[in-house]
């Protein structure tokens, strides 16, 4: 099995926390052209990267399918989503940087984060459990709990509840949002849904907004449950941040 120090480089990092994200997502083996396009790269370039992953026990191949994360692959992604997460916390609690900003930046500075200033950071913040976007930190363990959320394009009239994360991919979209004063931890309630695959009208405290296409596909809620509105039970996701 290799070394602790020869797993910790950057490329193995970004693949571990890639393929960690989209296994987690669709419960599935993981495809080189899955991973491809998450990485933005070629195909030929990732099976050349996924071969070196299972020599060194990262990965393992499940035959026509794909790749799974190994236990060892596992804990090199949560390890780096907690630094990346931690970091997007402190520049934007700490250093006051906007929640648009933030990833880009923990996107370079999560793979030189020493473990001691990784813990200096949690205590400086209170040891948060989530990051500017909602997503979860993972804790010191290693140990990740997920919320059953479902996606804000899905709700229908009537249903309410809390808004509680969105996907960090699109800088766009999140200083959208800002402008909106809209962040999560805020209430909201559905009052209608325009025709013909038109936007959501959302109550967010005294203001309604119209919201759809690939905004409201990433903002993910929590429904209060009613007797008028009682959903299925959905499993956990993850990887709708890039972090």
């Known amino acids: 099995m290799a070394t602790k120090d020869l797993l910790r480089t950057p490329a193995i990092e970004d693949y571990s926390k890639a393929i960690f994200s989209l296994e987690s997502r669709n419960h599935e083996p993981v495809s080189t052209n899955a991973l491809a396009e998450r990485l933005c790269i070629t195909p030929g370039s990732v099976s050349a990267m996924l071969k070196r992953l299972d020599e060194l026990g990262v990965i393992t191949h499940v035959p026509y399918r794909g790749v799974r994360l190994t236990d060892d692959g596992r804990r090199i992604a949560l390890e780096v989503i907690r630094h990346h997460r931690l970091l997007e916390s402190y520049l934007a609690d700490a250093l006051g940087m906007s929640w648009d900003r933030v990833h880009d930046e923990a996107e370079v500075l999560e793979h030189v984060l020493s473990e001691d200033l990784e813990q200096l950071i949690a205590d400086k913040l ?118």
């Open 126 to 243: 209170g040891h948060p459990t989530v990051d500017p976007h909602g997503d979860p930190i993972p804790s010191a363990e290693l140990e990740l709990e997920e919320r059953s959320t479902h996606r804000l394009e899905n709700l229908e009239p009537g249903e309410q509840g809390v808004f509680v994360r969105v996907s960090d991919s699109d800088p766009e979209m999140l200083r959208y949002l800002a402008s909106r004063g809209i962040s999560p931890g805020d209430r909201f309630a559905v009052r209608e849904r325009q025709p013909f695959g038109g936007p959501l009208v959302v109550r967010f405290g005294e203001r309604e907004h119209a919201i759809g296409g690939e905004l409201a596909g990433a903002m993910r809620v929590e429904v209060q449950e009613t007797p008028h509105t009682r959903r299925p039970r959905i499993r956990k996701e993850l990887g709708d941040g890039d972090s």
